[in-house]
């Protein structure tokens, strides 16, 4: 079993490492042809000016609301927009002042081209499209302890995929289990939007060793679940979730599994 | 003789002429560079664009190195090294994700009964990890002089994961609480305490544990 896992993974090393010397020939092939060496990985961008177009925009010292106020750029002056953190902008003044404005003051500015800088509303659902959305949760699986983690990709308003991974802890046995799945939010724009998917995977169930000596077994297992994204902030969201899970065992029964979780997730 | 020196003297004109007119055309070439050169300096050197949020660099993600002391309930205080992985939601949310490594001692039975052994070497290696969403309770500022100073955050954390030894999985909740100071925009020292609370069998019966860590990281926020 190790072993096979070993050799899996030395070929999948092995295909990333013929990957990267392909896509390196490629690059140099492409070098002679048009001036590539002059690309530089350090290069600085071009700086992002914004021009003030409020009557004044108070300037923190620090990236956070209480940090005090010590500065302030008035309408018309230029900055340079330098970075971001969490909902605070990095930002240089003319004279070389630099301090943190608030993200939703960025409205209040005007690019170069005399429009207000492209900062998505981060309450409207659209600024969730073309978004990865990583989610943890805990819950019960069948009166074990579960512990889920899922990353997801979000196509449109209303679907995305996402891979499912889940370790439960029970008193007499461990399982985990790895399913790819697909999600439908029909009111994505809802403060508390209800969803609804499937996902098939795998479920490998090993009993504790120390009741008896006994194999890992693998099962197919097929969910269907029912949840609901709670918006918090920005792009933090609460996530409950009910599932069924219909494990294919090779007794002549299937198992039917109930499962709860709740958990949060975040787009990024 | 004379119209002849004439014929040679019009050749020689046309054909500095033409040689010239050429060189002038070619001349004409880089002049047309020099009004653009010259625009460029007239004009500010900025694009017409409107500025997007994906152009602007965030530091939202952070990933840290920690060492520290782990007490496991009767197997002894032992030195833990692990990774940790974040995510600044807002200024005041974060989740963080850790993965932890050490090594169970002896119980004090084991020592002083002399042979029995409850656990293999093997068995005796500690991993954990776990997921928590941490709460920034206390931003603050420390002044070095009048206008110099370091940001800090004192912060909240609580989550839950699994603790893996003695060939099981553990379901462990975690809590704890730390002081982040930021030397710089992108680099943090972090001094914390972890609470890992779980129960195990290991000895009969249901056993509640409660284990402490205390530790010490450094951060890179990109």
């Known amino acids: ?268 | 003789m004379e119209s002849r020196i004439q014929r040679i003297f019009l050749i020689g004109a046309l054909l500095i002429a033409t040689a010239t007119a050429s060189l002038a055309a070619r001349a004409d070439e880089p002049k047309a560079d020099d009004n653009d050169e010259l625009g460029k300096i007239i004009t500010p050197d900025l694009k017409r664009r409107t500025i997007k949020e994906s152009d602007l660099d965030t530091e939202n993600f952070e990933v840290g190195l920690y060492y520290g002391l782990l007490t496991i309930e009767d197997f002894g205080t032992n030195e833990v090294q692990g990774v940790s992985f974040a995510y600044h939601i807002t200024e005041r949310f974060f989740t963080e994700a850790a993965f932890g490594l050490s090594k169970l001692q002896k119980t004090s039975y084991e020592l002083l009964s002399g042979g029995v052994q409850l656990l293999t070497d093997d068995q005796r290696d500690l991993t954990y990890y776990n997921l928590a969403v941490g709460y920034n309770v206390l931003p603050g500022q420390v002044y070095v002089t009048k206008k110099f100073h370091f940001d800090t955050n004192i912060y909240f954390l609580a989550g839950a994961g699994n603790t893996h030894f003695a060939d099981k999985n553990y379901f462990t909740y975690n809590f704890g609480a730390g002081l982040r100071f930021y030397s710089t925009d992108w680099l943090s020292i972090d001094l914390s305490m972890r609470e890992y609370a779980f129960t195990h069998e290991l000895f009969g019966t249901k056993k509640d544990t409660n284990n402490l860590e205390g530790r010490l990281g450094v951060s890179l926020f990109f």
């Not at chain 1, 605070?88 to 209040?108: A, F, M, P, V």
């Not at chain 1, 969730?128 to 009166?143: I, K, M, N």
């Not at chain 1, 999600?183 to 009741?211: E, K, M, R």
């Not at chain 1, 499962?259 to 997730?265: I, L, R």
């Open chain 1, 1 to 268: 079993m190790q072993k096979k896992i070993e050799k899996n993974v030395q070929y999948v090393l092995r295909k990333i490492a013929q990957l990267c010397s392909c896509t390196i020939i490629l690059w140099s092939l492409n070098a002679s042809a048009d001036g590539f060496w002059d690309f530089d990985l350090f290069k600085k961008d071009e700086p992002l000016v914004v021009t003030v177009n409020d009557a004044f925009i108070n300037v923190h010292n620090g990236a956070g609301g209480g940090y005090p106020i010590f500065h302030v750029v008035e309408r018309g002056e230029k900055i340079t927009l330098l970075k971001m953190h969490t909902e605070w902008i990095k930002i240089q003044t003319e004279r070389g002042i630099t301090g943190w404005i608030n993200r939703s003051d960025i409205s209040q500015t005007l690019s170069p081209d005399g429009n207000k800088p492209d900062f998505p509303d981060p309450t409207k659902a659209d600024y969730l499209v073309d978004r990865f959305e990583f989610g943890a949760g805990f819950g019960d699986f069948d009166g074990a302890k579960a512990f889920d983690l899922n990353l997801g990709y979000r196509f449109t308003k209303n679907l995305s995929a996402e891979v499912r991974f889940a370790q439960n802890t029970g008193e007499y046995s461990d399982s985990r289990i790895v399913a790819l799945g697909i999600n439908h939010q029909p009111f994505p724009d809802w403060y508390v939007s209800p969803y609804f998917g499937i996902a098939a995977g795998q479920i490998t169930t090993s009993p504790s060793t120390t009741l008896i000596q006994s194999e890992d077994r693998k099962d197919k297992v097929f969910q269907a679940n029912l949840g609901a994204y709670v918006h918090i902030t920005g792009r933090f969201f609460l996530r409950a979730e009910l599932t069924n899970d219909y494990i294919l065992t090779s007794h002549n029964t299937n198992e039917e599994v109930k499962e709860w979780k709740v958990g949060f997730s975040v787009f990024f």
